[in-house]
């Protein structure tokens, strides 16, 4: 069956550095997302991604955040400059077309120290 | 905006009964989806059960059915034979049918299973 797959599944990164999540949403899928979960909280939509451009975003996505797909079949979601409270589960979702089912990443926890 | 509340921070079962876990809702919406995951320790987020605003029939998945009651803006889990692999987070979800088809979630209901 086919998945959406997220690398690494643990990011341990130092405070400031810039950091890439990465994803590889299913091969015919054609909206991609990103969603947040702090620990212990619930999950937050961070951004959705449509023909190669943002189609809504988060307040929590801000300037510090990007996303990207640079090739065709990777997602990647940058942090320029981590902060602690970056400190989450980031999971990864795409959906085939309008109105169906996303499917979600198994996550990459980041921590941040 | 909608907005999706669970008010259960924590149930508890013992193994072999039943358990209903609480969501309601809010929006002006006539046609969305609603949805319940399940968040095991491993934190991945694996889809339990469907509900399509505008069917009146409650969806059901083996041990798992929803009470969907559309005018209450209300949509409970129902976990039968409770076995101790059920025990995780769950959320609820709602989906517009409309715009960037993003997922709002509830702030989740842990399921314990005793033994």
């Known amino acids: 069956e086919p998945e959406v797959t997220q690398t690494p599944s643990h990011q341990v990164t130092q405070m400031g550095q810039e950091v890439i999540l990465r994803c590889v949403p299913i091969s015919n899928h054609l909206y991609f997302y990103w969603y947040r979960q702090i620990l212990g909280q619930k999950v937050e939509f961070l951004v959705s991604?449509?023909?190669?451009?943002?189609?809504?975003k988060s307040e929590i996505f801000d300037d510090q955040f990007s996303v990207e797909r640079p090739d065709g079949s990777n997602f990647t979601l940058k942090i320029r400059s981590t902060k602690l409270e970056d400190s989450a589960m980031y999971f990864c979702?795409?959906?085939?077309?309008?109105?169906?089912?996303?499917?979600f990443g198994q996550g990459t926890r980041l921590t941040v120290v | 905006a909608q907005t999706v509340t669970q008010s259960q921070p924590e149930m508890s079962v013992q193994e072999a009964e039943t358990v209903t876990l609480s969501c309601t809702y809010d929006t002006s919406e006539s046609d969305y989806y609603l949805f319940w995951y399940k968040q095991p320790p491993s934190r991945q987020m694996i889809l339990v059960i469907r509900q399509e605003a505008y069917k009146q029939q409650n969806a059901t998945e083996n041990r798992f059915s929803v009470n969907f009651q559309k005018a209450a803006k209300s949509f409970s889990l129902k976990i039968s034979d409770s076995q101790l692999g059920d025990a995780a987070m769950y959320f609820c979800?709602?989906?517009?049918?409309?715009?960037?088809?993003?997922?709002?979630f509830g702030t989740g209901t842990r399921l314990k299973v005793l033994a």
């Open positions: 979800a709602y989906r517009s049918t409309s715009g960037t088809y993003k997922y709002i």
């Open positions: 991604f449509y023909n190669n451009e943002i189609s809504e």
């Open positions: 979702a795409s959906r085939e077309r309008e109105n169906t089912e996303a499917f």
